[in-house]
């Protein structure tokens, strides 16, 4: 029980400072002066920083007489400008370049590097497991494992397609045969 009014509690305090920031926001968005609603906004922000740095560990929400926003507006000379400039603004397309862009869009990409899409190999050694799963060996040393459910034969000496196929899987069937199976490389 007294957990429960503790946490009441709690959560009617950090409402209550929620809504008394909510209120300063407001109040500095009703500033005309530009440099003045800045100075503003600055201050909060240095008064929120502030008081959490000050808040001890067993204490756990901000009290509003800590968020306190000036009512007259901050004076200029307070206002400094910004260390760094501000990113440059993209400029729009030239001609040639947004006609480049045109005609390439939506045509197939040529990778630089030619990585392999499918190998082709035969089947060493063939191990069902207790789920009905297979484990094949090739000849070249890798070891492939079947992680879908479909039923699939095949045999020692096989040959084999393992393709690449979407987000990264791989797909093996057997030569002269449409059906596939999804695997993952173990070795």
Not at 94 to 118: M, W, Y
Not at 154 to 160: D, E, Y
Request: aromatic share 6%.
């Amino acid at each position: 029980m007294r957990y429960f009014l503790i946490a009441a509690v709690t959560s009617l305090f950090t409402f209550h400072v929620q809504a008394s920031v909510e209120q300063q926001l407001a109040h500095c968005s009703t500033i005309t002066d530009q440099s003045a609603r800045l100075a503003c906004y600055d201050h909060l922000a240095q008064a929120v920083t502030q008081a959490k740095k000050t808040i001890p560990a067993n204490e756990p929400a901000m009290k509003p007489k800590d968020l306190l926003v000036p009512s007259e507006p901050i004076a200029e000379k307070s206002v400094s400008a910004p260390e760094k400039p501000a990113a440059p603004i993209p400029t729009p397309a030239t001609p040639k370049n947004n006609e480049k862009a045109v005609a390439q869009f939506g045509a197939p990409v040529e990778r630089a590097d030619a990585a392999l899409e499918q190998i082709q190999d035969v089947v060493t050694k063939v191990k069902k497991g207790l789920r009905g799963t297979f484990t094949i060996t090739l000849s070249n040393g890798q070891v492939w494992q079947q992680i879908d459910s479909e039923s699939f034969r095949i045999k020692n000496g096989q040959k084999v397609v393992i393709e690449k196929a979407a987000l990264g899987s791989f797909l093996l069937k057997v030569e002269g045969s449409n059906r596939t199976i999804r695997v993952k490389r173990l070795q």
